[in-house]
């Protein structure tokens, strides 16, 4: 190796060194001791009880895990694909000019800013049941009250409303950067063959942000299992285990119940299945652009 390459190589170590001691106090650390904690019994006070899988054996029988994956599952298979299809719906709409373009992008995109405990604030005031906003439009209309925080169904809906309206901005942005990159030759080429309308969506829009799609399909499948600040702000999991999911069961049995290893070892299998579609995504990036 020569002078200027060790030069090189120990300026670039000195240049990612902060990232890299950022990443292992608060990523790498946190995550070994978890693994860690979930192989023990421990309820954050004391000495640590190795118990070596028990806390995984324990998870198989466990039907309470099995009902937050179950609606950690169905949650994701509906919100994932409302906002990938609003997130374009958005984009194609203030991809065209029109009067206050710029305005409605930023209003398409103030959810993603918002936190979602602020998020959860604004929707339980309109998902209120006795004063909320959208039970007195009901009303107005001659249409029965909905129970939003005592009935299964309702309350599952209105976790799903509000990931969903914040996760429209995000998409729109990708999607705009995508639209914005193909080249109108491409277009005007279509309309001479008569693709227009609905065949120029199906036809050239939809193939030509494709990998665009496959990025925001993973991202937001990565993101819906770790849900949980607006769902506990919501429904605390409520009625009953209906929007209980993964990550608050996790904070349940570790902050409530105190059996911290038991949590970890939920969050243990949250970080398997996030890794696997990372993973997913990666190969598959690499393998479209290798082609």
């Avoid at 936190?115 to 959860?120: E, F, L, M, P, Q």
């Avoid at 990550?247 to 070892?265: D, H, I, L």
């Amino acid at each position: 190796m020569t002078k200027a390459a060790k030069v090189e190589r120990w300026a670039g170590l000195v240049l990612a060194s902060p990232a890299l001691l950022v990443f292992t106090v608060f990523m790498f650390v946190p995550l070994v001791l978890t693994f860690w904690y979930s192989l023990n019994s421990y309820s954050g006070f004391g000495d640590l009880e190795f118990v070596g899988l028990e806390n995984y054996t324990t998870i198989v029988s466990d039907s309470t895990f099995w009902r937050a994956a179950i609606n950690t599952v169905v949650f994701t298979a509906v919100t994932v694909p409302m906002g990938i299809a609003l997130g374009l719906g958005a984009a194609l709409l203030v991809n065209r000019w029109m009067p206050g373009r710029g305005l409605f992008r930023g209003l398409f995109y103030v959810p993603v800013v918002i936190s979602g405990v602020a998020s959860g604030v604004i929707f339980l005031r309109l998902f209120d049941p006795l004063v909320g906003i959208l039970n007195q439009l009901a009303n107005s209309l001659g249409l029965p009250s909905v129970d939003w925080q005592g009935d299964e169904r309702a309350a599952m809906v209105s976790i799903i409303v509000v990931s969903t309206w914040q996760s429209i901005g995000f998409g729109m942005v990708v999607y705009l950067a995508a639209l914005q990159g193909i080249p109108r030759e491409v277009y005007e080429a279509g309309t001479v063959d008569g693709a227009v309308g609905w065949k120029r969506l199906r036809h050239i829009t939809w193939p030509l942000v494709a990998p665009t799609t496959f990025f925001l399909v993973v991202y937001a499948i990565i993101q819906s299992f770790q849900v949980f600040d607006s769902v506990y702000v919501l429904t605390r999991g409520g009625p009953g285990n209906a929007t209980t999911f993964l990550v608050q069961y996790a904070y349940e049995e570790g902050f409530n119940q105190r059996r911290q290893g038991y949590a970890a070892a939920i969050g243990v299998i949250i970080y398997v299945v996030v890794l696997i579609f990372t993973v997913l995504q990666w190969r598959l990036s690499r393998t479209r652009d290798e082609v």
